[in-house]
């Protein structure tokens, strides 16, 4: 099987991110700016749902449980609607619920005995606190299955989406990667006729803003913009930006 086919449905997810000309650079990025996913689900047709993530390949979070600590956890920020994105089973807690309250933790599977001793169980642990080094103490919302080896990225914590301390005001900042389901019927295709009305209206004052012409006066000038769309199926293979949430392999060679 290949990469991400066991989301119930993986045909029907892509993730959206950029391609950026300026300055005769060539910018490709996998995410987009955090006020995006808001807009998308509001001003896109045929969406069923949008969920967003944050991490990078070097993301490590040191925990602590007690008097015990567990450094270089593997963590990804998500936000309430991962369950309903992504097909892994969440095996205790509220799959809803799990990441809607701040300063929240899933746990994967594997890490309830490690942190909780053998006696364990993932029932036990809803509603325990640990703390993430240098951020926050957080509460135990819920306990999911490990994840799947075939999969573009991977984590062994899940914590609210409120603890990232990154930029989310602008379309054109650091952006989080962010995953559409399209109704059934729907294709990609059809997103990119509206993306460009979304451009001139998100996008363009902000390249006013940070560069001081207008949309119109950037691209004329040999300044490109669009938003770009990638299968879910595809993402191991066939992307390979710097700012991927995880190394990738190269399709070419598979």
């Known amino acids: 099987r290949g990469f991400d086919t066991y989301h119930a449905d ?14 005769g650079e060539v910018i490709i990025s996998p995410t987009v ?9 509001e001003e896109l047709p045929g969406i069923d749902e949008i969920a ?7 993301f490590r ?38 990441l809607t309250e701040p300063k929240s933790i899933v746990l994967t599977e594997s890490l309830v005995k490690k942190y909780f001793g053998d006696q364990a169980s993932p029932e036990s642990v809803i509603g325990e606190l640990v703390e993430i ?23 062994n914590v899940l914590i609210s989406s409120d603890l990232n301390p990154r930029d989310r005001q602008y379309w054109l900042g650091e952006g989080v990667f962010t995953y559409v389901k399209l109704a059934k019927g729907q294709t990609a ?9 979304l451009t001139e209206k998100y996008i363009g004052p902000e390249i006013k803003e940070f560069l001081g012409v207008n949309l119109s ?22 992307s390979h930006a ?10 070419t060679y598979v």
């Open 217 to 238: 006066e950037f691209l004329a000038t040999g300044g490109e913009f669009e938003f770009t769309t990638t299968p879910i199926e595809d993402i191991h293979l066939k």
């Open 61 to 98: 979070f040191n925990i602590s449980v007690g008097d015990k600590s567990f450094p270089s956890e593997q963590g990804v920020y998500a936000d309430s609607l991962f369950f309903s994105m992504f097909s892994i089973p969440v095996v205790a807690g509220n799959p809803s619920t799990a």
């Open 189 to 197: 295709e059809q997103l990119h006729d509206i993306f460009p009305a």
């Open 133 to 155: 080094e240098d951020q926050a103490v957080v509460r135990v919302t819920a306990v999911c299955a490990d994840v799947p080896q075939q999969t573009h990225f991977t984590f």
């Open 10 to 23: 993986a045909d029907r997810i892509v993730r959206v991110g950029t391609r950026i000309k300026l300055g």
């Open 242 to 251: 710097e700012t991927e949430i995880a190394v990738n392999a190269n399709g």
């Open 33 to 41: 700016g955090a006020p995006a996913a808001k807009a998308f689900k």
């Open 52 to 58: 967003t993530i944050f991490s990078r390949p070097y």
